[in-house]
């Protein structure tokens, strides 16, 4: 079954520290992976995925099918990154999407 | 381009009743995705309609329900209401079925937000 955990409900960091946002995912397939955001009383968006390889607002994630994770990293914090963060997952053949419990990043002044 | 609209996007409900959702897609999306966001539980998948045909459907018990029309416009329905039905109903579109698309982008719309008392 597939399935998407994020073990931090909430993150508190510094402005300017780095932040690390964990997602570990359980699929006995090659899934892909995306990081959707959610600002103060904006929309769910997507933020980056997995397959592009690129850099969103200064965050990345890399793909570690050896650990199965795929944590959203950015090396230093700004105000406007507290937002809720969700981790999803896409299978093959037509699957739906699986998000994670979503964390909350807060970062502080 | 306007965004995912839903409607309505406040309500407040008893226990037993009924309650109808709606969902307009970005022009021209012909996939539309249902999901229910709770708290504890995060997105929870319910089911994606494409082309007025239900795809995929998620683990929740058969008084939620929907449909698409023709415009690709959904509707959502739960019968029975009960209080854990209490959450928020987010809408999703995307250009085609969230299994093959290239991007796999979806478009959220702002909620339903329902109460039941």
């Known amino acids: 079954a597939q399935r998407v955990t994020q073990p931090e409900k909430l993150l508190s960091v510094f402005k300017g520290a780095p932040v690390e946002l964990k997602c570990n995912y359980s699929y006995s397939g090659s899934p892909e992976l995306f990081w959707y955001v959610q600002y103060s009383r904006q929309r769910l968006q997507l933020l980056l995925r997995h397959i592009s390889r690129e850099s969103i607002k200064g965050f990345t994630a890399d793909l570690n099918k050896g650990e199965t994770s795929f944590h959203l990293k950015k090396p230093f914090a700004q105000e406007e990154d507290s937002a809720m963060y969700y981790c999803?997952?896409?299978?093959?053949?037509?699957?739906?999407?699986?998000f994670g419990p979503g964390t909350r990043l807060s970062v502080l002044p | 381009k306007a965004g995912v609209t839903q409607t309505p996007r406040y309500l407040i409900k008893t226990r037993g009743q009924q309650v109808t959702l709606s969902c307009s897609p970005i022009s021209g999306h012909r996939s539309v995705s249902w999901y229910q966001q709770t708290p504890g539980q995060g997105l929870q998948f319910l089911f994606e309609?494409?082309?007025?045909?239900?795809?995929n459907k998620g683990n929740f018990p058969g008084r939620f329900s929907g449909r698409q029309f023709s415009n690709s416009r959904s509707e959502m329905n739960v019968s029975t209401l009960e209080l854990g039905d209490s959450a928020l109903y987010l809408c999703?579109?995307?250009?085609?079925?969230?299994?093959?698309?290239?991007?796999?982008?979806?478009?959220f719309g702002e909620g339903s937000r329902l109460t039941v008392l």
């Open positions: 999803a997952l896409r299978g093959n053949y037509g699957q739906n999407f699986v």
């Open positions: 309609y494409f082309s007025e045909t239900q795809r």
């Open positions: 999703a579109s995307s250009l085609h079925r969230q299994g093959i698309s290239n991007t796999g982008e979806l478009f």
